[in-house]
């Protein structure tokens, strides 16, 4: 496993819409290891393969509630409802704060490490994180939304 260089502000290539994971190797695998190292060595609460440079439908999320990670890849959100104004930081936008109305719950389906299939349900800062990392996945950072 190694720490990847995180992609930064106005490299173009956040802005890029990532493409579907057609199968699982173990380049994959070893970019979603990567990918959790890098997130924890920055304490990050979340992080999409855009972010280490990786045009690929990735990310991985772990709020430190006691459930570990979680490992999304080719994610779709399948429902959200209700609202709440949130703060929002990114680690591609250091230093950059601010409050993001996002839903707070999604019903997300998407395939684990093992290209296992599953769903989701998530409230409160899951809900958040993963729509905030959602967002990456077609080129769309937090600060867009107050702009």
Do not use: W
């Not at 399948?78 to 936008?93: A, D, I, R, T």
């Amino acid at each position: 496993m190694a720490i990847r260089n995180i992609r930064i502000e106005d490299d173009e290539i956040l802005r890029k819409k990532s493409k579907e994971v057609k199968e699982i190797t173990p380049r994959i695998e070893i970019l979603v290891k990567d990918m959790i190292e890098t997130m924890y060595h920055n304490d990050g609460v979340g992080l999409a393969a855009v972010q280490v440079g990786i045009l690929k439908r990735i990310f991985v999320v772990d709020i430190q509630d006691d459930t570990g990670v979680k490992v999304f890849i080719n994610p779709e959100i399948l429902e959200k409802s209700g609202e709440e104004l949130g703060p929002e930081g990114c680690l591609s936008l250091p230093g950059e704060r601010d409050e993001v109305k996002r839903a707070t719950y999604v019903k997300i389906k998407a395939q684990d490490i093992e290209g296992k299939e599953f769903i989701l349900e998530a409230t409160e800062l899951l809900a958040r994180a993963i729509q905030h990392e959602y967002d990456h996945l077609d080129g769309i950072l937090f600060v867009d939304y107050n702009r």
